[in-house]
């Protein structure tokens, strides 16, 4: 079978990046999976947005945790730098927002961003997480990721129910088995630049699904099939849709 398509970020090749705009699209051309990423804010929220830093996607200058989540959704998340002023009236939406727009449409991965893991084990981003998807009653649909490894094992000791995925942009194939079996996680999500037939091979081997991001070109995905990949995050999810369609 061909891998699930996840949208990175919505379709964020045509809309401004974690925006309901961007979600929406994704929907529209049939995405299995939609992942978005979250901050922390000042009056500890959740915003979706995937920089700690507003400037690069929105007209606001700045660190995100320097901003309550009201004064977040007074900039536009437009991205101006690439959309002009077209989708000038995107806000940054909350994490709760998001999900209840995805609810019974989409399945979601959240990516708990480095920037906002700290010591606060019961109180800070990974109960916040936890708290949200259950909350929205999805605690089927979500699966937490992160790069870190402490942020997962919070997220496995506060919310055993939601799901798990490790992400991985350096490490050995052995080390990705090992980093999913420290937190007990069976979803493991290398960097594309990873994948070799022995990390595919021992992760099968140790029962993980095995996703990999991001892949825009449908060359690329057709060479990259040969690793039976479970998933795959593009940018451009209705153009990497047709190509599996093509190849089932």
């Not at 420290?182 to 070799?196: A, F, I, N, Q």
């Not at 991001?214 to 990497?240: K, S, W």
């Amino acid at each position: 079978m061909p891998p699930l398509i996840i949208a990175h970020r919505g379709d964020s090749a045509h809309r401004p990046e974690n925006t309901l705009a961007s979600f929406a699209s994704a929907l529209e051309v049939g995405a299995d999976i939609v992942e978005l990423d979250v901050q922390l804010t000042k009056d500890a929220r959740l915003a979706v947005i995937h920089d700690a830093a507003l400037e690069r996607t929105t007209d606001g200058r700045g660190p995100v945790r320097d901003r309550t989540l009201h004064e977040l959704r007074a900039l536009s998340a437009g991205y101006p730098a690439r959309f002009g002023t077209t989708y000038a009236g995107e806000r940054i939406p909350a994490l709760e927002e998001v999900l209840a727009f995805l609810k019974g449409r989409a399945r979601a991965l959240i990516e708990i961003k480095r920037e906002s893991v700290s010591d606060d084990a019961q109180g800070g981003v990974e109960a916040l997480c936890v708290e949200a998807v259950r909350r929205a009653g999805m605690t089927g649909d979500v699966a937490l990721i992160s790069f870190e490894a402490r942020a997962l094992l919070r997220c496995r000791e506060l919310g055993p129910e939601v799901k798990r995925g490790h992400l991985f942009n350096r490490a050995t194939p052995a080390e990705v088995v090992a980093g999913a079996r420290s937190v007990d996680c069976d979803l493991v999500m290398p960097e594309k630049g990873l994948l070799t037939d022995e990390l595919v091979r021992l992760c099968r081997e140790a029962r993980l699904n095995v996703a990999t991001w991001v892949v825009d070109d449908p060359a690329e995905l057709r060479e990259l099939l040969r690793y039976d990949l479970f998933a795959v995050g593009t940018n451009r999810p209705g153009v990497l849709l047709e190509e599996t369609l093509e190849t089932e």
